[in-house]
């Protein structure tokens, strides 16, 4: 068995959808087979190290701070020179919403946003509605959440496009 080539990319250059010279050299260096392009999830986009094979099936290793996530549609450059376009996958979200008043269930409520914060389940408060990023299976949330029999608790999901994604934060909560 063969063992693939492992590209390192460190070297950001930008976003091909707001800079048109990044675009046409992306686009040259696909007509030359000079461009990886990896697929990543909303989670990974937020590391440090990423680990991801390319559509090519190249293992390409990506070197970044963590004060930063990789959005659809950025560049980089690897050490041997070829370019490596970011993709997002599509992300899934869980939502939870209420279709009865749970103005009686304040220690529920207040127990069920402990264990998510316990959990360090990333969420975002948004038009009454609790998204959940779903950083394990999303089983266990929902065995996790259910247990704690909030009448009118509903629990659905959500698939956002790239350019629809909502960016987590390890920092807050709430937008």
């Excluded at 994604?165 to 920092?171: E, I, R, Y």
Aim: contains cysteine; charged residues 20%.
């Amino acid at each position: 068995m063969v063992e693939q080539i492992r590209e390192i990319a460190e070297t950001y250059l930008g976003n091909l959808t707001k800079d048109a010279n990044l675009s046409q050299r992306v686009k040259s260096a696909r007509t030359l087979d000079n461009c990886l392009e990896i697929y990543l999830s909303q989670t990974d986009s937020g590391k440090g190290r990423i680990q991801a094979k390319s559509t090519s099936g190249t293992i390409v290793g990506i070197i970044k701070n963590r004060d930063w996530s990789i959005s659809e549609g950025d560049v980089f450059i690897t050490k041997s020179g070829q370019l490596l376009l970011i993709h997002l996958q599509e992300q899934r979200l869980m939502v939870l919403s209420f279709t009865e008043p749970v103005e009686n269930y304040t220690i529920e409520l207040v127990h069920l946003g402990h264990v998510l914060g316990n959990h360090h389940w990333p969420i975002i408060i948004k038009k009454n509605k609790i998204y959940i990023q779903l950083i394990i299976d999303a089983e266990i949330i929902e065995a996790t959440i259910t247990k704690f029999k909030i009448p009118g608790l509903k629990i659905d999901y959500e698939s956002r496009s790239p350019q629809e994604h909502l960016q987590f934060s390890h920092h807050s909560h709430h937008i």
